[in-house]
């Protein structure tokens, strides 16, 4: 069975760290694009980090750079989100996805060819 499940989220308090892991399991993620995606109460889903097939290249929206880091270990089938100096406007629910056949950046700006998600988390960020 194909799954994608996220972990790591949680409260955390303005300023904080938090790092979301997400596992593959039915599949492998080496050929995939992989990304983060988020969706606040009352917004529509947007695409926070996506990162290349080949691990040379990422993609992230301008509100996160400079604090989130997204990086993969194809050797355990895992995405990581790592995200510092959290903000209460990055309070929201977290999924993560993998594409096939779709670019980083328009993975991420599109929602492009997704083949699978994951179930979410969600992360909450106290002022």
């Known amino acids: 069975q194909v799954q994608l499940v996220e972990s790591g989220g949680g409260l955390a308090q303005s300023g904080r760290s938090l790092r979301l892991t997400c596992a593959a399991s039915g599949f492998t993620l080496d050929n995939y694009t992989l990304g983060w995606f988020r969706q606040a109460p009352g917004k529509e889903r947007e695409g926070v980090s996506c990162i290349s097939s080949n691990d040379d290249s990422t993609y992230s929206t301008d509100s996160v750079k400079g604090r989130f880091t997204i990086s993969r270990d194809n050797a355990k089938n895992t995405i990581y989100l790592q995200m510092n100096s959290l903000k209460p406007e990055d309070t929201a629910v977290y999924y993560c996805?993998?594409?096939?056949?779709?670019?980083?950046?328009?993975?991420?700006?599109?929602?492009?060819?997704?083949?699978?998600w994951g179930k979410g988390t969600l992360v909450t960020v106290s002022s």
């Open positions: 996805a993998a594409a096939l056949f779709t670019a980083e950046q328009a993975m991420c700006l599109w929602d492009r060819g997704i083949d699978y």
